[in-house]
């Protein structure tokens, strides 16, 4: 068994002062749990007002849908004719909804928030267990 783990941090975040966050983490869950642990390091741009109005919009879509839908490396990258939404949408294994359905319906909500949005999702899956 092994644990990997996302650790949103702000983006302007030094990278040593992020990699102890991330190497604390990793001791803690292994300390606690005896399990091997990764802990991936999102970097999140607090700052930028567009970025933290999308993020707040889709959280509240995606709990419309379900409180088990979670998504996180969220950010926006700016092209020269349109902005990628870049993000992880994660569903617990066994959700009910067809995962291709949702990952459409997501788009189609990002796309609905600005019509130069080119949203590119990853799906996850999760022990809803833990």
Same mark, same amino acid.
């Given at each position: 068994?092994? =644990?990997?783990?996302?650790?949103? &941090?702000?983006?302007?975040? /030094?990278? =040593? %002062?992020? %990699?102890?966050?991330?190497?604390?983490? +990793?001791?803690?869950?292994?300390? +606690?749990?005896?399990?091997? /642990?990764? &802990?991936?390091? *999102?970097?999140?741009?607090?700052?930028?007002?567009?970025?933290?109005?999308?993020?707040?919009?889709?959280?509240?879509?995606?709990?419309?849908?379900?409180?088990?839908?979670?998504? %996180?490396?969220?950010?926006?990258?700016? +092209?020269?004719?349109?902005?990628? &939404?870049?993000?992880?949408?994660?569903?617990?294994?066994?959700?009910? +909804?067809?995962?291709?359905?949702?990952? /459409?319906? &997501?788009?189609?909500?990002?796309?609905?928030?600005?019509?130069?949005?080119?949203?590119?999702? /990853?799906? *996850?899956?999760?022990?809803?267990?833990?």
């Amino acid at each position: 068994r092994m =644990m990997g783990l996302h650790a949103g &941090v702000p983006a302007d975040m /030094t990278l =040593m %002062h992020a %990699h102890e966050i991330a190497a604390s983490m +990793e001791l803690r869950m292994n300390s +606690e749990f005896g399990i091997p /642990t990764v &802990v991936h390091i *999102d970097p999140i741009d607090v700052n930028d007002p567009e970025t933290a109005a999308l993020r707040k919009n889709l959280l509240g879509f995606l709990r419309d849908i379900s409180p088990d839908i979670r998504f %996180h490396d969220f950010r926006i990258v700016q +092209e020269k004719s349109h902005k990628k &939404v870049i993000f992880d949408l994660a569903i617990p294994y066994g959700f009910a +909804e067809d995962p291709k359905l949702l990952v /459409t319906r &997501v788009q189609d909500f990002i796309r609905e928030q600005d019509p130069t949005y080119r949203p590119i999702i /990853t799906l *996850d899956h999760y022990d809803s267990r833990s």
